[in-house]
């Protein structure tokens, strides 16, 4: 499925000497960038560093202190915030994503409705007809995500869309901007998400300085680990081969096309928690709430495994 989308010129948005503070608080220092056509963009950086706030400068939700930004002529910006949104909870699914399209172009001139992109992202057909209000909330982020979609955006901006996806969710939005041809721009802490979807960086640092990086998260990350400790040990790999699908229920297929990716997803972030649990120090709140990620995802990743070693077995049995 190729997504046709609007064109975009050569200049999607330029931040020229753009600096923005709140009171006293420098939260971008004269930062000058263009988003070109193509970009796949993730920023990064500590909480409160300003990144939601950059993503708001460039949706024209923030004003700027100093410096200038330019919007190319046919920029459509979806943007997918952190905070909740309103939604007329008494409407059914389907009528809420029809109000905004009732289907989206493809680029061989076909079109997708807005049923099939309901189930696309996960919502079955019989269940299309669902007022809002019964949604869970994790739903209703799923339903906004659909929605943005459906409104057929050039520049997507995302603010933390691993927080509260689920992993099939994401699974399927990382499928979904494979396809997308237009600029995605994403704020994460998720190392998994985040090397799916963006080949380049932009890194808060401290002051309103912000580092721009051409690579993958991981390579970021690796990078930035040398700097610190050139030594380090080999990590032990789970050999992980690829294997025929056989014998597999449809379910199970495609359980076993995803198990991998969760797993993967789950170690990194395993990973991600122990140095942020380092960085924590005496912030015991937060030292808190990394454990109990911690011991939720050990618990995950081991059904995980135990699932893995299932479906591979049953692969092997010829
Ligand atoms: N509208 C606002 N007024 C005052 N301070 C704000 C406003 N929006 C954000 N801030 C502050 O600016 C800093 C950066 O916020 P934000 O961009 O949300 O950070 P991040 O998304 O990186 O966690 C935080 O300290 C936050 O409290
Ligand atoms: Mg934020």
């Not at 237009?182 to 998720?190: A, E, P, Q, R």
């Amino acid at each position: 499925m190729e997504l046709s989308g609007a064109r975009l010129g050569k200049k999607v948005l330029e931040m020229q000497g753009v600096s923005k503070s709140f009171g006293d608080r420098t939260i971008i220092n004269h930062f000058s960038f263009l988003f070109k056509p193509g970009d796949r963009i993730g920023i990064v950086g500590n909480n409160g560093s300003g990144k939601s706030t950059l993503l708001n400068i460039l949706a024209g939700r923030e004003s700027i202190d100093e410096g200038n930004l330019e919007k190319g002529q046919t920029v459509k910006i979806g943007y997918y915030t952190q905070e909740s949104v309103d939604m007329d909870e008494n409407l059914r699914m389907i009528e809420y994503i029809r109000e905004t399209a009732d289907s989206i172009a493809l680029k061989d001139g076909s079109f997708i409705s807005a049923a099939q992109m309901l189930e696309r992202f996960l919502f079955p057909m019989g269940s299309h007809g669902t007022p809002i209000r019964k949604l869970s909330g994790g739903e209703k982020r799923r339903l906004y995500l659909l929605n943005i979609l459906m409104s057929a955006p050039n520049v997507l901006l995302l603010d933390e869309p691993t927080n509260d996806l689920d992993t099939q969710t994401l699974t399927v939005l990382e499928d979904y901007l494979e396809t997308f041809s237009g600029v995605v721009i994403t704020v994460s802490h998720d190392r998994y998400f985040l090397d799916k979807t963006c080949h380049q960086l932009l890194v808060f640092k401290n002051k309103g300085d912000i580092d721009f990086y051409y690579g993958s998260y991981s390579e970021f990350l690796e990078e930035k680990t040398e700097e610190a400790e050139p030594v380090k040990a080999p990590e032990p790999q789970m050999n992980r081969t690829e294997k025929k699908k056989k014998k597999l229920t449809y379910a199970e297929s495609k359980e076993w096309e995803e198990v991998e990716g969760n797993m993967e997803r789950a170690e990194l972030r395993l990973k991600d928690i122990t140095s942020e649990m380092s960085a924590a120090g005496s912030d015991f709140e937060k030292v808190r709430l990394l454990l109990e990620e911690e011991k939720e995802l050990t618990d995950k990743l081991d059904h995980l495994m135990e699932r893995w070693t299932y479906l591979a077995e049953k692969l092997e049995e010829e």
